[in-house]
């Protein structure tokens, strides 16, 4: 599979890790008294977006892959006592292991990143049994939007603060020029569009309503889409327990979700059968992974997800509309 824009043009890595520190150095200065004003644990001292060594690459296992930002909510304020201004700084660029599992020091949703990451590298051609988790996070990058902890429990940080972290994203996205941005929860599937909008150089285009866009910025186009946060699944627990009891998904989702196959008795026995299917749907688990919490998706989740990860994909490779699960 050849993608047809991006992914002719290659980053080099050093040019882009002193393009970034740029960023993040003008922005840390800058923002000293809002953070101090806002009572952000270490000031305006902001970890370094996570970029593997085999970002921009453009390819895994002799395959065309896109260039890939995960973006979650927020920096949370687990595990930052007592580090000093450089342990924050680097706090997101080591992956730790506990024995044999991958621990989510500095970015939450590793694991859940990973996953998600390795069905779009399956859209192009790459068999997922045949890529390890290391694979994995040395062709991505991910980063928190929200880039302050806050001594509060809450993931949802105050609307207010968004805005705040507008400049820095778009900076970024520039410096990282991604293909795909898959947003761990709806925020960030705004917030980046509003931190770019008022630049003539964006625009997007229609996808799939309300889960996924073409965006269109100074280096090219991207597929944007967002797909459920792991950290709070009241929502969708709801909705896979009276897709259980009623049969029938919520409006909002069929966009994603409209399965035309008849192999497939209902979308709820579509659902089981992603959730289940080792094999054509591999998944890593907490055995992989430290911690359920950090992977754990419900059927309905991963049916939303797959996808996702299959129309953004799609549209990277240039092949026309969003693919359905029934049609894989």
Request: net charge positive; aromatic share 10%.
């Amino acid at each position: 599979m050849e993608g047809n824009h991006g992914n002719k043009v290659r980053i080099d890595p050093k040019l882009l890790a002193g393009e970034l520190e740029r960023i993040y150095s003008a922005e840390e200065a800058e923002l000293a008294k809002v953070a101090k004003g806002r009572g952000a644990i270490h000031g305006s001292v902001m970890p370094r977006t996570y970029v593997g060594p085999a970002y921009g690459r453009a390819e895994l296992a002799g395959r065309a892959v896109p260039r890939v930002l995960v973006m979650s909510i927020n920096q949370s304020r687990q595990g930052q006592e007592g580090l000093t201004k450089e342990q924050v700084r680097q706090s997101m660029r080591e992956i730790r292991r506990d024995g044999d599992r991958f621990l989510p020091d500095g970015f939450g949703p590793r694991g859940l990143a990973a996953n998600l990451c390795r069905w779009i590298f399956m859209q192009c051609g790459v068999d997922g049994n045949d890529i390890r988790p290391q694979d994995i996070h040395d062709s991505i990058a991910y980063d928190n939007f929200v880039k302050w902890p806050f001594n509060v429990g809450s993931s949802r940080p105050d609307k207010d603060v968004w805005p705040v972290f507008y400049p820095i994203n778009k900076a970024i996205l520039e410096a990282l020029q991604p293909e795909i941005i898959l947003c761990l929860g709806r925020p960030m599937y705004d917030h980046i569009w509003r931190a770019v909008e008022k630049d003539r150089r964006y625009r997007w285009e229609k996808n799939v309503s309300g889960w996924c866009f073409s965006l269109f910025g100074p280096w090219g186009r991207c597929e944007l889409g967002w797909c459920y946060h792991y950290s709070n699944p009241i929502w969708p627990k709801r909705i896979w327990r009276e897709l259980c009891e009623q049969g029938t998904p919520p409006e909002k989702a069929m966009p994603l979700l409209r399965a035309h196959s008849s192999r497939i008795a209902s979308p709820v026995d579509l659902m089981r059968t992603i959730d289940k299917d080792k094999q054509n749907y591999p998944w890593w688990d907490d055995e992989t992974y430290a911690g359920k919490a950090y992977t754990e998706y419900n059927p309905y989740q991963k049916a939303v997800a797959w996808n996702l990860c299959k129309s953004m994909t799609a549209r990277w490779s240039g092949r026309s509309g969003p693919a359905s699960v029934a049609s894989c």
